[in-house]
């Protein structure tokens, strides 16, 4: 039986445990090689801290650890460095004295480490004298590790006050690496987001940031190739006949669920290796990641800022929205790039843009369902209106009876509109839409305008027009005008229905529809 290391994130337990390892050694030499500072962003639950563990050991000189690894033929020394490794991840910073704390705890055990003689009261002097203090004692120059080194300040992206204390605090602190140049061998950094890079890093400016290196796109996770080629193809296998499918169909499976990150313009898939892990563990298809990396501040924001949540994924960006920094002025593609909720799905040179979406199903299916929390009122266990009705409904064209659903399904509940009535309203239905496994758009382009909502099933096609306090009609005959239903004109296997709502913001129901 295979063993995953699932939760374990120390190197060492891993080799010494008898775990599934993919083999990254390669990456740390060569970083060790040919650089000296670096900086990493990827999302949770993606190998950051496992990856920190591995350069921990490999520069601890821990030899007997990377037998049978591609580092194991290319390091020849093996020398030995004192490391200082801070992980600001797994707590919550929710007043300064938790960064504080935080700080003088791990300050205060490499003091005792390395004899220090606590006789300063900043943190970042306290920093200083411990790298001084670390290199004398050792006789060789120090490694500082640095994991989730922005949470502090994400976790108060809506809070000023703290957030302009947490960046402070970090750039002082971070800033004696650049003081300290002598005396390190190896600097690394890694984080979620680049939220504050700029500023926190001002004094760096030979930090290299390989987030969107090529060479190193899969430094964490876990790539196609690794999938097929090491043991844990035979956890595949195993699925497989668990499942009663076939390798392929479980290959095929696995991809759709967790592959699909693309952190370079042109690089291949990675697996999140978390779900990827645990799917492999219990022989089952399910969503892992939303459960333990869903950041609530993340969803609150998209309501607050009246994002058109279809738009997330049909715009090109530039590549500074994607590499963006600015923790006053947060674009929402940003945050949901480097949070992981949206990748690369293709690069146009000519323009020098990206095109980004989902992905893949878990994070897709996770993401709809904590947006369903905000904008979809809370059905009760047993309910005329449960989800199975109104895809019925919809696969069997009884749109009538949607809509009578629909309108008393909002009306039984707390349902409030936030920010623009008509693109809450669009905003609901899309995530409600989703939720119910349907092929929806919003805001569709067509060469006359663009369609509020498209619904398409095997059978039919909605073509959905809504209105703010006018009659149906009204919205019905933009519809017409526009002739928003003739791309779909010549499939004569499917039904179309033109559509037209009406939304009363004074009740914040829907009043009525037309349907032709």
């Given at each position: 039986m295979l063993k995953y290391p699932i939760g374990v994130q120390t190197f060492e337990e891993i080799r010494t445990g008898g775990y599934v390892y993919v083999d990254k050694t390669e990456y740390v030499f060569r970083l060790a090689d040919e650089g000296k500072y670096y900086f990493l962003s990827r999302p949770r639950r993606f190998g950051k801290s496992l990856l920190l563990s591995t350069m921990e050991a490999y520069f601890r000189g821990r030899k007997e650890l990377f037998g049978g690894l591609a580092v194991e033929g290319l390091e020849k020394e093996w020398k030995v460095h004192p490391v200082l490794r801070l992980d600001l991840g797994g707590a919550s910073y929710n007043t300064r004295e938790d960064l504080d704390n935080k700080l003088s705890q791990v300050l205060a055990e490499w003091e005792a480490l390395y004899g220090v003689k606590n006789v300063y009261q900043t943190f970042a002097t306290r920093f200083d004298e411990v790298i001084t203090c670390a290199a004398r004692r050792t006789g060789c120059k120090v490694v500082v590790l640095v994991d989730e080194y922005e949470k502090p300040i994400v976790d108060n992206l809506g809070n000023k006050e703290l957030r302009d204390y947490f960046r402070s605090t970090l750039q002082g602190f971070y800033s004696v690496i650049k003081t300290q140049d002598d005396k390190i061998r190896f600097g690394f950094l890694t984080g979620v987001s680049r939220i504050g890079h700029m500023s926190i890093f001002s004094g760096l400016n030979n930090l290299n940031d390989i987030s969107m290196d090529g060479r190193y796109y899969a430094i964490c996770g876990v790539s196609e190739n690794e999938l097929c080629s090491s043991l844990l193809s035979e956890g595949v296998s195993e699925m497989a006949e668990e499942n009663k499918i076939t390798v392929d169909e479980c290959y095929a499976r696995l991809k759709s669920m967790y592959d699909g990150y693309h952190f370079h313009d042109d690089s291949p898939g990675i697996y999140n290796p978390y779900s990827l892990l645990l799917a492999l563990s219990k022989k089952k298809f399910g969503e892992y990641w939303y459960d333990t990396a869903t950041p609530s501040f993340l969803v609150s924001y998209l309501m607050r800022e009246n994002i058109n949540l279809n738009e997330l994924t049909l715009d090109r960006v530039r590549p500074r929205i994607l590499t963006g920094t600015n923790a006053e002025h947060i674009s929402p593609v940003t945050l949901l790039y480097q949070t992981g909720y949206l990748t690369i799905k293709e690069y146009f040179r000519d323009t020098d843009e990206y095109l980004l979406g989902y992905p893949n199903k878990e994070v897709e299916n996770g993401f709809t369902e904590s947006l369903a929390q905000l904008y979809i009122p809370k059905e009760e266990e047993v309910s005329e209106f449960s989800v199975n009705r109104f895809a019925k409904d919809l696969r069997e064209g009884d749109i009538e009876m949607f809509l009578q659903r629909l309108k008393a399904f909002l009306a039984d509940n707390d349902y409030q509109v936030q920010g623009k009535a008509e693109l809450y309203m669009q905003n609901t239905m899309y995530v409600f839409l989703k939720l119910l496994g349907q092929r929806v758009e919003v805001e569709r382009h067509t060469s006359n305008g663009?369609?509020?909502?498209?619904?398409?099933?095997?059978?039919?096609?909605?073509?959905?027009?809504?209105?703010?306090?006018?009659?149906?009609?009204?919205?019905?005959?933009q519809i017409v005008s526009k002739g928003y239903e003739w791309p779909f004109i010549s499939d004569k296997g499917r039904k179309i229905f033109k559509i037209g709502i009406n939304f009363s913001t004074a009740t914040r129901r829907i009043e009525g529809w037309k349907v032709e």
């Open positions: 663009r369609i509020d909502i498209l619904i398409q099933t095997e059978k039919y096609v909605y073509v959905v027009e809504l209105k703010r306090d006018k009659d149906p009609d009204n919205a019905l005959d």
